[in-house]
């Protein structure tokens, strides 16, 4: 988990919250022990667009790649 990446991104307490829940069932349908990165990006551009709002690949640094990554886990 790239927790300086994420500490960048502009998000509420309860944005956070709510991506993490969205990390925490995409582990969970993709039979994963452990929350990763892949599901954390997932978690997050599902907040951005329940906000409306526009996440771009930049704002991820390298995990940019992640957004458009339909693979499991």
Do not use: K, Y
Not at 31 to 58: C, K, N, W, Y
């Amino acid at each position: 988990m790239d927790l300086d990446a994420l500490a960048r991104l502009d998000m509420t307490g309860a944005g956070i919250t709510a991506a993490a829940r969205t990390a925490a069932l995409s582990a969970a349908d993709a039979d994963s022990a452990t929350i990763g990165m892949r599901h954390i990006v997932r978690g997050v551009a599902r907040q951005f667009q329940r906000e409306a709002r526009l996440l771009r690949p930049t704002e991820l640094g390298p995990h940019a790649h992640l957004l458009d990554d339909g693979t499991p886990g």
